[in-house]
């Protein structure tokens, strides 16, 4: 309930803050998903929530736990995914560029995936090994070594030249960005994901590497089977006829140079919406907890006004006034679980003597949370009156 009533007074910049910590959650998650680390990501989100928790509860010792094994947890990351970690921060900057830079539209795809599709299949057909790589937007020089630079025009005689078994560059890959043949003889990281390669070669294992690193979509053929295999997005596919191989290539093109036209505002929400959905309530949770009830706030309490007990023979008679109003600054999760029981007014009379005292109040006679500053009193005096058990006391 505190969470909806907070969301009502946030501000624009706050809107703005929980929306970027929402894009970088998002994109960490997609991350994840992509490379398969969904269940180191689900450990660290536990250990994430109960951080939270124990902090909204002021829970210190699991706070304090939790914190150190964070700073554990992190160097582990980075050890254990130094190269992915790599590839992320680089496709944020390549982000960031594209959305300076206008979409740009691949011309001649249509042309791209006729001739594509006739020269695979003739090439399977007579059992020729074929290696093609089609850049998507990743970048692609740390996978990719060696080749020869070309720069050629997509065609059928082109790529048939370079992929017969007599050529110099047969056994590697071939690149196409666009409509262009920039290299071949490419060589390209190896999957260990044998389950996938079960009975495949090298050719298969250099496609689902490089597709296991990047967006590239990578076309192998066999030349012991004649079989056309495809490799994206980490997964490794044996197709059954030249219909599949057209409809993965549109769905390629369409994904990297989406027309404008047909593209909705509908297909981008549903895309990932599991992610989207996360991202933005650990953004808004994130927000709450760190920032929201970490702001300073004043709060106001009534205290009564307590005394120790008097030497014997002594009582009072006065005290004026019985309560006062105390006003401290903290944080506002410091608050959730203090009243006025956490919170105590003593007046010092442990050596009083008969009489009228005016006892000012202030931090030397009210404990409180350390967490808290109190601010002001209201009153700042008490006014008291001590007298003989039996007698009056002027």
Known sequence: MDLFLSLKDITFAEIVDILLMAILIYAVLVWFKRKKAVFVLTGIIICGVFYLLAYQLNLFLITYVLRAFFAVILIAVIVIFREELRDLFEQIALWSIRQGSKSRKFSGSLRNIEILVRTVNDLAKEKVGVLIVLKGKNMLARRMEGGIDLNGDLSEPLLKSLLDPHSEGHDGAILIEDNRVKQF??????????????????????????????????????????????????????????????????????????????????????????????????????????????????????????????????????????????????????????????????????????GIRTIPIGDNNISYPKEMTLEKVEPDLVRVTIKIEGKETQ
């Open 185 to 354: 003889g490419c060589h390209l990281p190896l999957s260990k994901d044998f389950t996938q390669l079960k009975g495949k070669g090298t050719r298969h294992a250099a496609a689902l590497g490089l597709a296991e690193y990047t967006d590239a979509l990578c076309i192998a053929v066999s030349e012991e089977r004649g079989t056309i295999s495809v490799a994206y997005m980490g997964q490794l596919m044996t197709l059954t006829d030249s219909a599949q191989l057209t409809e993965l290539l549109e769905t390629f093109y369409n994904r990297i140079a989406p027309d404008p036209l047909k593209t909705s505002w509908r297909d981008a929400v549903k895309k990932n919406y599991w992610e989207k959905a996360i991202a933005i309530g650990l953004a808004v949770s994130l927000w709450f907890v760190l920032v929201h009830e970490s702001n300073l706030v004043h709060r106001t309490f009534i205290l009564p006004v307590e005394y120790p007990r008097l030497s014997p023979g002594l009582t009072v008679t006065e005290l004026a006034p019985k309560n006062i109003k105390a006003t401290f600054l903290g944080a506002r999760n410091s608050f959730h679980f203090i009243n006025e029981k956490n919170i105590r007014l003593t007046l010092p009379l442990i050596d009083a003597k008969p």
